[in-house]
């Protein structure tokens, strides 16, 4: 199973940035999207398609109601630039499946 | 504090092996699936290896035979055993904390780097 997701996304502050993970069929899985930073941990900021994980701000929220599921950051700010990576289980023989991650940039 | 704190990586020659640890502090490990997911330079994310409070381990095809993962309850501890190394292992790992009945992590560590290099 392969997810797909734009190389990377350029959005100016304060406006609304979209990435996108297309994958077939995906709207029957449930979508994780990930946040990642240079040498820090991971974070989940969205799991089950569209629930926020507590500490994780309202301006992030998902959706997946058909191909692709999306990860919507509204208000961009700053401190939102980094990569973000979606993820869903499969029933083949690798459960895990990750996109291939979207550098957000903010302008 | 709820942490995840991997440790056990560095430089190693192909061929090589390597057993990576991660301390889990805060929560009650027991209760959790616990996983290894690697990022490759200029890769994304791979998942490389699970195991479960009670069933496991889990891992994809393209690294079975190759590695092993493992967990002390009694002392919080997570590892990931990686035998025959190439130039492809090289790579962050992380150690990932597993929820939902089709995981997702919830927790992850800050990862330890692994070069694998002559």
């Known amino acids: 199973y392969v997810l797909t997701q734009p190389p990377s996304v350029s959005v100016a502050t304060g406006k609304t940035a979209t990435i996108t993970c297309g994958g077939y069929d995906i709207g029957r899985k449930s979508v994780h999207w990930y946040q990642r930073k240079p040498g820090q941990a991971p974070v989940l900021v969205i799991y089950?398609?569209?629930d926020r994980p507590s500490g994780v701000p309202g301006r992030f929220s998902g959706s997946n109601s058909g191909n692709p599921a999306t990860l919507t950051i509204s208000r961009v700010e700053a401190g939102d630039e980094g990569d973000y990576y979606c993820?869903?289980?499969?029933?083949?023989?690798?459960?895990?499946?990750f996109g291939g991650g979207t550098k957000l940039t903010v302008l | 504090e709820v942490q995840l704190v991997e440790s056990g990586g560095g430089l190693v020659p192909p061929g090589g092996s390597l057993r990576l640890s991660c301390a889990a502090s805060?929560?009650?490990?027991?209760?959790?699936?616990m996983h290894w997911v690697r990022q490759t330079t200029g890769e994304g994310l791979e998942w490389v290896s699970g195991?479960?409070?009670?069933?496991?381990?889990f891992y994809p095809g393209s690294v079975k035979g190759r590695f092993t993962i493992s967990r002390d309850n009694a002392k919080n501890s997570l590892y990931l055993q990686i035998y025959s190394l190439t130039a492809g292992d090289t790579a962050i790992y992380y150690c990932?904390?597993?929820?939902?009945?089709?995981?997702?992590?919830?927790?992850w560590g800050r990862g330890t780097p692994v070069t694998v290099s002559s």
């Open positions: 805060g929560f009650a490990f027991s209760s959790y699936d």
């Open positions: 195991i479960g409070t009670v069933d496991g381990p």
């Open positions: 089950n398609d569209g």
């Open positions: 993820q869903v289980w499969d029933s083949g023989s690798n459960p895990v499946i």
């Open positions: 990932a904390r597993g929820v939902g009945g089709h995981w997702h992590f919830d927790l």
